[in-house]
């Protein structure tokens, strides 16, 4: 049985999970999730905690289950908590800003970079260089810090570009001049 899809995922009285025709529904303060059930999962609610068991032993439902449990998980914790994700940006004269529904880029171009914000995503300029992106499903967060982050990765020479808070660059030795 799949370590993770045995572990019951906890949830508050605040946060309400449904499941009708192979979709659950998770509703909380910070919004409303759905998600499709993979084939050979049920779940089980009980007083303040899910569990999600197979219905068969099939190779199919043995491998969704732990994913099952961990989709759900993630729904669950980011309509109570949400998620974030932080990018940092370094470089000369390189900044951004949020103009309206596009995040503005100048990352030494010719010209600067719009980046739209997705529905459902929250993004913050501190500083004109630390980006913060929230939001309640953890793959669209992710994937907006990655898309922003592909825009102009960190180089190893100088360490110019956009990288995750926390991000260690490993740095090149330039040419050296000869004598």
Do not use: C, W
Not at 63 to 78: F, K, W
Not at 79 to 86: H, P, Q, T, Y
């Amino acid at each position: 049985m799949s370590r993770i899809g045995k572990k019951p995922i906890a949830f508050t009285k605040n946060v309400k999970i449904s499941q009708s025709a192979g979709m659950v529904k998770v509703e909380g303060p910070k919004g409303i999730l759905s998600a499709p059930l993979p084939g050979g999962i049920s779940m089980v609610i009980s007083d303040g905690s899910l569990v999600i068991e197979r219905i068969s032993n099939e190779r199919m439902a043995r491998s969704y289950h732990g994913l099952a449990r961990t989709l759900i998980g993630n729904m669950v914790e980011g309509v109570s908590k949400g998620f974030e994700k932080r990018l940092e940006i370094s470089g000369v004269g390189y900044r951004a800003e949020v103009a309206g529904q596009d995040l503005k880029l100048v990352l030494g171009f010719s010209t600067p970079v719009q980046y739209a914000i997705p529905k459902g995503i929250e993004v913050k300029v501190d500083k004109q260089t630390n980006i913060v992106i929230s939001g309640i499903d953890k793959q669209l967060v992710g994937r907006v810090a990655a898309e922003i982050r592909a825009l102009k990765k960190p180089e190893p020479y100088k360490g110019k570009g956009i990288k995750y808070a926390g991000e260690y660059i490993r740095r090149k030795a330039g040419k050296s001049a000869a004598a």
